[in-house]
């Protein structure tokens, strides 16, 4: 191998490790919850109470859907609604759910493959949907692909996720539906354990917030 080749080569290795870096950072970057929220007469806190219930029959009486949901408890409690365990002494129902796709694959270009500067893909796409959940079409599991950038076209991928919850609050005296929410994001982390708790604090973000508006509130990003 001549001195030019050699010299094209490094660069190659170092604009390579260079995106490798820069997507390892990503994973470690806040990601956005885009947040949607409807309200009709929600009643002001003092003298109301509330249960929690899982809006999903199958996750009623689970441990998991219990924690969360003892978030879900303590924002309400912050706000002055008093928490009860038993759905028939309490004025208001707080029906619960979350969920979690399976993830999709998300690719991105050096910029020196053969197919031009971001290579046929334009730069940054997604491809590989899978999964499903509910309304929100979540549910998955995660890892991390690496392309050869000499024998691939430059190209590197990882995986992202979409998340979600959502919260429904009905008066019990006759069911009638208060208030509506969902908050959902898409990240590089599969760890429910993370998100619920990250969704749950965008979803109680200036809750109850304007009726209709979506907005979008920056989460932390997961400590590794």
């Given at each position: 191998m001549?001195e030019?080749?050699?010299?094209q080569?490094g660069?190659?290795?170092l604009?390579?490790?260079a995106?490798?870096?820069?997507?390892?950072?990503a994973c470690?970057a806040?990601?956005?919850?885009?947040?949607?929220?409807?309200q009709s007469?929600?009643?002001?806190?003092a003298?109301q109470?509330?249960?929690i219930?899982?809006?999903d029959p199958?996750?009623?009486?689970?441990?998991?859907?219990s924690q969360?949901?003892?978030?879900?408890?303590?924002?309400?409690?912050?706000l002055?609604?008093?928490?009860?365990?038993?759905?028939?002494?309490?004025?208001l129902?707080?029906?619960?759910d979350?969920?979690?796709?399976?993830?999709?694959?998300?690719?991105t270009s050096?910029g020196i493959?053969?197919?031009?500067?971001?290579g046929p893909?334009?730069?940054?796409?997604?491809?590989?949907?899978?999964?499903?959940?509910g309304g929100?079409g979540?549910?998955?599991p995660?890892?991390y692909?690496?392309?050869?950038?000499?024998f691939?076209?430059?190209?590197q991928?990882?995986?992202?996720?979409?998340s979600?919850i959502?919260?429904?609050i009905d008066?019990?005296a006759d069911?009638?539906r208060l208030?509506?929410?969902?908050?959902e994001?898409?990240?590089?982390?599969?760890?429910?354990?993370?998100?619920?708790p990250n969704l749950?604090?965008?979803m109680?973000t200036n809750?109850?917030?304007?009726?209709?508006?979506?907005?979008?509130?920056t989460?932390?990003?997961?400590?590794?």
């Amino acid at each position: 191998m001549n001195e030019n080749a050699r010299s094209q080569l490094g660069r190659l290795r170092l604009a390579a490790a260079a995106v490798l870096l820069m997507a390892l950072a990503a994973c470690a970057a806040p990601f956005n919850a885009n947040v949607s929220r409807f309200q009709s007469q929600l009643p002001a806190p003092a003298g109301q109470s509330f249960a929690i219930v899982a809006d999903d029959p199958k996750l009623a009486g689970g441990l998991e859907f219990s924690q969360y949901a003892s978030i879900v408890r303590d924002r309400m409690a912050r706000l002055g609604y008093a928490p009860v365990e038993d759905p028939a002494r309490a004025t208001l129902i707080v029906r619960f759910d979350y969920g979690l796709d399976t993830g999709r694959e998300r690719v991105t270009s050096t910029g020196i493959g053969a197919a031009g500067p971001w290579g046929p893909w334009g730069g940054y796409g997604f491809y590989g949907r899978r999964g499903g959940w509910g309304g929100f079409g979540f549910g998955g599991p995660w890892h991390y692909g690496w392309y050869d950038p000499f024998f691939d076209n430059s190209i590197q991928s990882y995986t992202v996720y979409t998340s979600g919850i959502s919260l429904k609050i009905d008066r019990a005296a006759d069911g009638q539906r208060l208030f509506e929410g969902k908050a959902e994001a898409v990240s590089t982390s599969n760890r429910l354990q993370y998100l619920v708790p990250n969704l749950v604090e965008a979803m109680f973000t200036n809750f109850p917030g304007n009726s209709g508006e979506t907005v979008r509130i920056t989460v932390a990003p997961e400590k590794k």
